[in-house]
DNA sequence: AATAAACGTTCTGTTCTATAGAACAATATA
DNA sequence: TATATTGTTCTATAGAACAGAACGTTTATT
């Protein structure tokens, strides 16, 4: 985590490949000063990048080339997780009509693996790659839950409590109290804590060993699911995809 | 394309990735044998990339991490085309029952923006990122088609024209009559060229002066798609789709 | 049309640093 | 218990990254 010998060098590149995603294409003299580097540098380093197909140049602009896809892409598709959940996602989203969700672990956030939009689903900014924090969804808290609670406390340290909105978990002993309801329960909820009149379900995916290995989830508008549903038709079907991938995973 | 000056830390860098990339999570001492570096030298590498989150360490070895997805991710997302398109290709899929893609050229190659399956899709092993030759696919046909002559000829020079089945094109003459049959007819047609046994129908996305985007395709087994429906049905859903999405990025 | 400003790119000497190799601790193997 | 193999720490030196100056081109200004 703390690189006791940084290559710096390495470090410039990312620099430049963070800047050029934030803040798209961009010609040197600007990537220069943004980054506070020399011209020539910057040249020496989207032209090394461009040679290994990570950056292109379009209308004297360089910019980041999908690459990044190609790589993120294969990583994923390496994932058994992966593999087994997409299908039963994206039945889950045809079944419901609402938009589905998987989401991982990783460094102490939740990434989207995938989503999946059913007939009728809300459109949210979540996409394949986006980082979260955990505690402020309901996938992550169905991956909180069961993780043990040395981690869980490690990934508080590490990332805190930040609120979304003011319904959002802001102290360790709500968020031990919604872990708890939610190992009572066996699925997660959230209701506006992400986001105002949004309601999400969550249900763990893990090993026969108690093993974590990520949630899945239904969001919905508030006007669609009525606190009925929330206790009983929707944790059915959300359990229910979550158990069949269970089973695809242990064999 | 060439790196007058390249950065020979950031090639090291990136070698290491594609190693990993290519050969999976593997162990430092390994790795260094792989691609003929020290061992502290491609330890510094690793802990950098892990530092900036690129890389992470399970079980005693390092891997890529999701965030290569992230970054893919938030690229697509940026991209107009991409975010018209999807929509459209998603209805298509679901319209036709096969499996619907988004293709863009990139570098000379073909690049898969995302794909969409249908009710009755096959299960190709294509995913979001994925390149492929361009002459290869009714997809880079649809886009080759459009395109200046000069920058097909400089794809050739560039990438040749190997050959994926029997069936494949395999000289430039035999190329460019594709090509000006699919200028005739408006869409590109794959019977059996890439994948035996697979049919393919592409339509390229233009903008209002004439400049390709990119193109969209359905994808199906021959057995479900008579000669009729190649030159009849289908190609009006598809290039109707394209149309849409021409519509919806011209304003 | 002439001039100036700004750009991307080339090039080199000096400064900084990436790296091999040796040594260490920790774990696995015999 | 001894031996091999791992990941990691550390440092001197070989080597490379980079600032800055200069170049040719393009764009903006007067």
């Known amino acids: 985590m703390d690189a006791k010998y940084p290559v710096r060098t390495t470090e410039k590149t990312l620099a430049l490949i963070e800047q050029l995603m934030e803040g798209g294409p961009c010609g040197v003299t600007e990537l220069a000063s943004d ?82 939009k059913g007939a009728d689903a809300v459109d949210l900014d979540t996409y394949a790659g986006l980082r979260t924090r955990l505690h402020t969804t309901a996938l992550g808290k169905a991956i909180l839950a069961y993780l043990p609670e040395s981690r ?8 805190g409590l930040q609120q979304k909105t003011p319904k959002s978990i802001s102290t360790r002993e709500e968020l031990f109290q919604a872990l708890d ?21 969550g249900a763990p995916v893990r090993t026969s060993s108690g093993e974590v290995l990520g949630a899945i989830s239904v969001s919905a508008p508030a006007s669609r699911v009525s ?11 959300v359990l229910s995809a979550a158990n069949v991938i269970e089973l695809n995973i242990n064999y």
């Open 35 to 116: 980054i506070d580097m020399g011209k020539s540098a910057v040249h020496n380093h989207l032209t090394t990048l461009q040679k290994h197909g990570y950056v292109q140049q379009i209308d004297d602009e360089y910019q980041l080339s999908l690459k990044f896809l190609e790589v993120g892409g294969r990583i994923r598709k390496s994932m058994e997780l992966y593999q087994v959940a997409e299908p039963e996602v994206k039945s889950l989203a045809a079944e419901t009509g609402e938009l589905a969700n998987i989401l991982i672990e990783e460094q102490g956030m939740g990434v989207y693996l995938m989503r999946a």
């Open 152 to 159: 869980v406390t490690e990934i508080l340290d590490q990332h």
């Open 227 to 237: 606190d009925q549903d929330l206790h009983g038709d929707l944790p059915e079907k």
């Open 181 to 201: 309801a939610v190992r009572e329960r066996g699925y997660a909820i959230d209701d506006g804590e992400r986001l105002e009149g949004l309601r999400c379900l």
